[in-house]
């Protein structure tokens, strides 16, 4: 039984598709369309899925797409009273959403008529609940869905058991995490979709000097058991206003409008333009925004743990990118396993949606667990040769060579032990917004300077950004004091003091690292590699930054190839072949 899951029309528009159980493939459109976080209708992302596969549209028993417009008919209806205007986006959107069948026989060619898949519309949250516990490796465990917005709701938990998920209670529109973060990044300059993970990373620069005051824009609240939270609602306009957002448009990177009201800058100063210097009044501003954050998700965390006595979790939606919250939960809360879904995010909605059907509608057992996240596209040694040849790089100024793989290994980790950057292209594509050894740049990270290095030659990335480290996961430990796994680079762990100095790039300003643990099950090659580099420097890791310069990661050879001759890495790895400056 083959089923077909689809965001579309949201951002993150990506597809997935599922057989007899299985995850097959999966991908984010921006991948093909190389338009960050696009939303639209994935038309591409579909057809590789469907090629990956090796199915016709025709042979998809169900398409399964994770929004309900029936879903929380009485609070829409009495926002959309309100705000006219945002009920005529909403709507938009929505018309788009049901001509979906329509949209894929356009995409095909084919009579919408014809398709005999049935269609599921599954809710936001339960998608994002769906696409993490479904393919997690337990059997029992809490839930939680917290993001922005979705379906009118932004945070949503439960349980699950088997095949089967129980949602407990949910917050819905206008109350939100996501929406606090967001609206916050942009009082502090960061208008961008997106941005908010940059806040995060300047939040380790600040002490947390105006958390009263946040907690006056956050307040807990009784809501569900005292598990929940509301905003301060004087702090924002998007309940006023409708949020604004653009997800139809395919070849645009979506736009979030403006969230805080005038009272933000009057309770904490004056808001930052873009352009403006950051000072450390905005810094201790991020640390404030992060330390409220972690009061409230850690604190929901902690009650869902009480409440259902159970010792793992799985977490989704954007606030589940807080690397830095979500390692915090072994030491503030009960929970002892944690598992985030790679695309935490919107696109992880497209699997959830496909996996709900498969077992909350068709009540299938389980059998599948998300090992690792390579199920995006892949290209043969043949495509890698002729993209190369084509280029005629090894005529202007470059050598190529191929290379057995231990040889290959044995050169890369010379070379980044002598201070070169690498750009590192295998395998199929990672799914997510993080590149885990198959599209990444590697690098020393004992290098003080390659921290800086990195950002002047090929990233241009804010300089208070961290870089993040791979690790052999068994060495976890020894490096890091917490050793639980984070092979999706979903956790930010404390180096241990006596090792900061041995890695300093990877370690950020409050001694965090952002890490990626890799097994030799879930990546070979890249394990090997990093392994290479442990038998020439006794450093089992890596620096890992995503193989890209302000575009979304690069995802066929030539993407690569472009990047590496346009920035000024020192080589590039794709596939068997070694590419250098003579
Ligand atoms: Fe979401």
């Given at each position: 039984m083959n089923i077909l899951g689809i965001n579309a029309y949201h951002g993150n528009a990506s597809a997935a598709i599922v057989c007899d159980g299985r995850l097959v493939a999966a991908v984010e459109e921006e991948r093909f369309n190389?338009?960050?976080y696009a939303a639209g209708f994935p038309a591409q992302a579909i057809q590789y899925c469907l090629k990956t596969a090796g199915?016709?549209?025709?042979?998809?028993?169900h398409v399964a797409v994770p929004r309900n417009p029936y879903a929380r008919i009485p609070t829409k209806l009495f926002y959309a009273l309100q705000m006219p205007s945002f009920a005529r986006d909403r709507a938009k959107v929505l018309a788009k959403f049901t001509g979906i069948r329509e949209a894929l026989g356009a995409a095909f060619d084919?009579?919408?008529?014809?398709?005999t898949a049935k269609f599921h519309r599954i809710e936001h949250h339960q998608a994002h609940l769906a696409s993490a516990f479904f393919v997690s490796p337990f059997e029992r465990a809490a839930l939680l869905s917290a993001d922005g917005l979705g379906d009118f709701a932004s945070t949503m938990w439960g349980t699950g058991s088997g095949n089967r998920m129980k949602i407990a209670d949910a917050i819905t529109f206008p109350h939100s995490l996501g929406l606090y973060y967001s609206g916050v990044t942009q009082y502090l300059g960061f208008p961008k979709f997106g941005d908010e993970y940059k806040v995060m990373g300047l939040a380790a620069y600040g002490v947390p000097e105006y958390l009263d005051a946040f907690r006056d824009i956050v307040r807990f609240d009784a809501h569900g058991n005292g598990n929940g939270f509301r905003l301060?609602?004087?702090?924002?306009?998007h309940h006023r206003t409708g949020p604004e957002m653009s997800w139809a448009d395919a070849g645009k990177t979506p736009i979030l409008g403006r969230l805080f009201s005038e009272e933000m800058p009057r309770r904490l100063g004056r808001a930052r333009a873009p352009e403006e210097p950051l000072e450390q009044r905005h810094q201790n501003l991020a640390s404030s925004l992060q330390a409220r954050l972690e009061e409230v998700y850690l604190g929901m965390l902690k009650k869902l743990a009480e409440h259902t006595g159970l010792s793992a979790v799985c977490l989704a939606g954007g606030v589940a990118f807080n690397c830095v919250a979500n390692g915090k939960i072994f030491d503030s809360t009960p929970f002892e396993r944690v598992f985030v879904q790679p695309a935490a995010g919107d696109a992880g909605l497209s699997i959830g949606a496909a996996y709900y059907v498969w077992h909350q509608k068709l009540c299938k057992p389980r059998s599948f667990v998300m090992e690792h996240s390579y199920w995006g596209p892949e290209f043969s040694h043949e495509e890698i040769r002729s993209t190369i040849d084509a280029s005629d790089v090894g005529r202007n100024g470059y050598v190529v060579e191929e290379l057995h793989e231990d040889a290959l290994n044995k050169r890369a980790a010379g070379m980044i032990m002598d201070g070169k950057i690498l750009g590192w292209f295998q395998g199929r594509a990672e799914w997510g917004p993080r590149a885990l050894g198959n599209r990444s740049i590697v690098a020393d990270p004992?290098?003080?300077?390659m921290k800086e290095t990195l950002n002047r030659r090929i990233k241009h990335r804010e300089i208070f950004r961290p870089f993040a480290p791979s690790i052999l996961a068994d060495a976890t430990g020894e490096w890091f004091e917490k050793s639980h796994p984070s092979p999706f680079m979903t956790m930010a762990y404390s180096v241990r003091p006596k090792r900061r100095e041995q890695i300093p790039a990877p370690t950020h300003v409050d001694g965090t690292g952002r890490l990626q643990t890799v097994t030799r099950d879930a990546n070979p090659r890249y394990w090997r590699l990093i392994k290479a580099f442990e038998q020439a420097t006794g450093v089992p890791m890596v620096l890992n930054t995503s193989f890209n310069d302000n575009e979304p990661i690069v995802c066929k050879p030539q993407e690569a190839l472009d990047c590496f001759l346009r920035t000024q890495m020192d080589a590039l790895v794709v596939g068997d072949f070694l590419i250098t400056k003579k």
């Open positions: 190389r338009v960050k199915l016709k549209l025709q042979e998809i028993d084919s009579d919408p008529a014809k398709l301060g609602l004087e702090y924002f306009i004992r290098r003080p300077d």
